[in-house]
Each structure stands twice: as structure tokens, then as C-alpha cells.
């Protein structure tokens, strides 16, 4: 006959832990449902039945997520066993739960981009937030790395911004003609311009803050596209995938992202992809033909 739930396991959790009240109960239902299911003790429970149970709740249709979450909750337990000589090992150590789709980031098209910028700015705030907007979309810059510029950090004359990014790794990327003049435009509004100062500052001179561009870009998509879904990694997003859409190099895309490993910016192959895709059935006269191929072709 199997054991309870021990109690004491649950009481580590909150309050050695320190794992919330939600999480704790998340273990307990998650726990109480493999109790149920096990055919022996917890001392007897070998690899294979958490490899079987494993397969009976993907059966099941739970989606790859929760059996993650569950999988890392047996583990976490017997864990706790192992550790206090009531199981002999932990049988879910080499398991693994189903891999989870990559769900690949939104993106503005070609048209929707061009559409954002179809505005003359007029005020000083909106010829900083076409600034802004150009970087991101131009040169592919994560939010942070766009606040953190200071003046000096453009080299203008050869067409290059350097870059702080993760891990504090510094990078050059190329500056287009339209951000160059955007900038510019900018840079000529501003009554003290010195190398050391920010280079987009709020209304009161300050440093601007992630959250100020992310309300001023939902306020240009609102206004040029008609709906504010739109936020700094998105243009980020589009410019990878416009440059490697017209360029195929996925090195060179890597490298002006700031990505450590290439794994990291294969996910733009899936986009290009998608677009391809899209294209094809869209255009190719075969595309929608239910004809027989012709030997040979």
C-alpha cells in the first residue's frame, strides 16, 4: 500500500523553500495525482514508471508545460527522499518531459514598417521618438541597450553605434542613412548635447526610461497602424527577420543581434520561412494544383 503525501515535504517547500502559496498547492495536486496513479511505493518507484507517466499524462493532453511543471515536482520529492534515506534514488533524475514548441515572436511585415514611419515629425518628443523608433527597427537594439546610449556611443561619420549589451558585451552596429538623419534631427533639438549625456532624454532632461519608449511606441502604432500592439522587441524581431529574409546570412544577423550562440537567432529561419511559405501558396501557379506530378520532374 502507498504512502500519504508526507506533509513534512510540503512544509520544506513553504517554509524552507519559501515557495508561495500557489506553487505549494500546485506541488500537492501535482503530487496527489502521480499518488494515484503509481502501481507501488514511492520506494519502489523505478525510472521506467515515471517514463510511463510521463506518456499517460501527454495521453492525456496536457499540454507540454504542465507536464514539465509535474515532472519537476516528482523530482523535486524524490529528491527530498533521497536525501532523507526514505528512497534509494531519485528515479525521475534522467527523465524528460516533451519539448515545448518554440513560439515564434510577432513581427510587423515589410508594409506595416514602412507604415510606422510615414509621419513628419513636427515637435521635438516626435522627432526623438522617430529617433528611437529608426534605432530599434534599424539597427535591431533591445530596449535596454537603447537607454543606455549616451552621445558618445555614435560615431556618426563612419556610420556605427556601439552597444552595451548582456553580459555587459560590447558590439558595433551599423547605423542606416534614415536613422543617421533621424538622429541627427534629434541631436539638433537639444540645447546641451555633451558626449557623456543620454542620448534620448525625457521631457524633463533625464535619461528616458524602458517604460516611457514603451507607452510612446504604443502611441505611433495606435496612430499609424491603428493598433497599439506593439512594443521595442517586436521591431527587434522584424529587423532580424527583414535583414535575414533579404540576406540569408544567419551569421551575420546572429552578429548584429548581440546573440551569443546561433541557436539563439535560428528562429528567424523559422520566420523566413513562414514568409516563404505564405508566398508560395500565394503566388506559385502549382501551389493550389491537384494535378499528378510529371515523372522525372
Known sequence: MKAELPQEFLDYLAYQKRYSENTVSAYRRDLARFN?????SWKDTRSHHISS????LHGKGLAPTSIQRALSCIRSFFAYLERNGEADQNPAAGNKA???SAKLPNLLDTDQAARLFVFEAKTDI???DRAIMELLYGSGLRLTELTKLDVRDLQ????FVTVQGKGDKIRQVPLGSHCINAINTWLECRTVCAPEQPLFTSRGGHRISPRSVQARLKVWAQRQLGSNQLHPHMLRHSFASHVLESSGDLRAVQELLGHAHITTTQIYTHLDFQHLAKVYDAAHPRAQSQEEPIAGD
Do not use: H, Q
Open 36 to 40: 494515484r496513479w503509481l502501481p507501488v
Open 53 to 56: 507517466y510521463v506518456a499517460f
Open 98 to 100: 516533451p519539448k515545448k
Open 126 to 128: 516626435e522627432k526623438r
Open 156 to 159: 556618426m561619420e563612419s556610420g
